[in-house]
């Protein structure tokens, strides 16, 4: 397909309440839909799911749409582009991993749109069905916490994943698991720890926890290392992987018992692909990783979710967690469980009307 044009709309979501982590405090989230079009008429979408400030990955959302509008549309426009050469023409920029992913989304859904294939069939996942993880942020006391817990229990939720920070870490476990000691559990601090809480990090093997996500930064190579070898809860490297040499590095060098992908940190679904198969060769266990991505990023999510490797809870919860009205149709928990898409591309349709609604901001690019 030779690129013709392509159109970057900054859509501005919110979030139904603030998210808050050890790293920001989430309330807007804006993000980028690229939709490009080829010479025969064929339409893709790709997801920028960069966050809005640089604190979770040094890309952030206005830089992500200046790289891809400035120097990775170029690359690309007037040429012809699939599946197979699309990473290789991205290549010359360096880093900007979530920039790309929407490139490589957009392609992908257009080349598997045009042979009526699925992102399922493609990436050969199974037909199967999510049991997610609802990843809760920090909340102002206890109470309010438990609160939340009980209401996402009623909505069928059966894994939590926490927040957490130092200072907010052993009263809350020890006031969940007085109240829900069967609930899953795992924790997620983005990186907000040092060495020097090393004995504390340990006594969370007491909390039958699936996970202890990203204790340190991922600068801490010894701290995440030596974690890891001394507790038997799994601990996901989250920030520490952006791309297959991270993975295969962390890996090596045994810095954690898990991997964390999200298709946008690691520059997208075949770079994801190849650390989810990295990964299953090497005995690692896989999470999928949310960052409030709108429904067309949650699909795709979902689908990479369900592939062979992800054995620990992904943090997918349902679109009406998040937003009131998202640019896609909204992915919803039925008993308990969320269903991935099945259509032709990323199998999930972006819908104008939605985009109107929400005062989308299109800039246009000929080539
Ligand atoms: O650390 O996984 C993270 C959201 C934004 C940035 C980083 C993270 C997250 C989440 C939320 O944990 C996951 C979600 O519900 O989408
Ligand atoms: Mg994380």
Known sequence: MIIKSAELIWVQLRLLSDFVTSQ??????????????????????????????????????????????????PLVGN?????????????????????KSAVIMA???????????????????????IKPAVSLGIQEDIFQLL??????VEQGYEYFKLKI?????????????NRFPKVGLGVDANGAYNIGDMDLLKTLDDFDLYAIEQPFPKESLFELKELSSGITTPVVLDESIDSFDSALAAIDMGLGSAISIKQAKVGGILEAKK??????????PNTYGGMFESG????????????????????????????DLDVTELFELKDGFLIPPTGAGMGVEVQESALEKLGAIRYQVDF
Request: hydrophobic share 40%.
């Open 24 to 73: 920001a405090t989430y309330s807007n989230r804006p993000i980028v839909l690229l939709k490009i079009t080829g010479d025969q008429g064929e339409q893709g979408w790709g997801e920028c799911s960069a966050l809005e400030n640089p604190f979770y990955t040094s890309e952030y959302l206005k830089g992500a749409f200046d790289v891809l509008k400035n120097f990775l549309l």
């Open 79 to 99: 040429k012809n582009v699939n599946k197979e050469n699309v990473e290789l023409l991205l290549q010359q920029v360096r880093g900007n991993q979530i920039a």
């Open 107 to 129: 392609i992908l859904d257009a080349d598997l749109r045009s042979s009526g294939t699925s992102l399922r069939e493609f990436l050969q996942v199974p037909n199967s069905k």
């Open 147 to 152: 609160q939340l817990i009980d209401l996402h």
């Open 165 to 177: 920070r130092p200072g907010y870490d052993l009263g809350i476990l020890e006031a969940i698991r």
């Open 275 to 284: 650390i989810h198969d990295l990964s299953k060769a090497a005995g690692i």
């Open 296 to 323: 067309l990023g949650r699909g795709v999510g979902l689908v990479i979710a369900s592939s062979e490797n992800f054995t620990l809870p992904s943090d997918l919860s349902a679109s009406s967690r998040y937003f």
